[in-house]
Nanobody, 123 residues
Framework: QLQLVESGGGLVQPGGSLTLSCTGS????????IGWFRQAPGKEREGVSC????????NYVDSVKGRFTISRHYTKNTVYLQMNSLKPEDTAVYYC????????????????WGQGTQVTVSS
């Protein structure tokens, strides 16, 4: 099984911040690159950010560059997505997933999708 559990979502005003957490359910994340994805109402799921297995390289979709930061804490078996300067356009369900790597944005995805965590940016 390769399923991750997302948490940390909520309601925030534009310009605010949230930090999402992604942790493994019964397995370690150390062996995988981890990607964050999101799906807004009526839209396709899109890749947001990716961090390599060793944490030495990250990438972001253009729309979140400079505002979001992906990181990982190995001893906590957790990957984070720090989201600053949030915009209404960031409203979506956010998911994380183990990946083969971060080359060309996102590598192949392993396992199945988790439940995601809802992020709502609204005044």
């Amino acid at each position: 099984q390769l399923q991750l559990v997302e948490s940390g979502g909520g309601l925030v005003q534009p310009g605010g911040s949230l930090t999402l957490s992604c942790t493994g359910s019964g397995f370690t994340l150390d062996y995988y690159a981890i990607g964050w994805f999101r799906q807004a109402p009526g839209k396709e799921r899109e890749g947001v950010s990716c961090i390599t297995k060793g944490g030495g390289s990250t990438n972001y979709v253009d729309s979140v560059k400079g505002r979001f930061t992906i990181s990982r804490h190995y001893t906590k078996n957790t990957v984070y997505l720090q989201m600053n300067s949030l915009k209404p356009e960031d409203t979506a369900v956010y998911y994380c997933a183990p990946l083969s790597g971060c080359a060309r944005g996102m590598g192949a995805r392993f396992g199945s999708w988790g439940q995601g965590t809802q992020v709502t940016v609204s005044s």
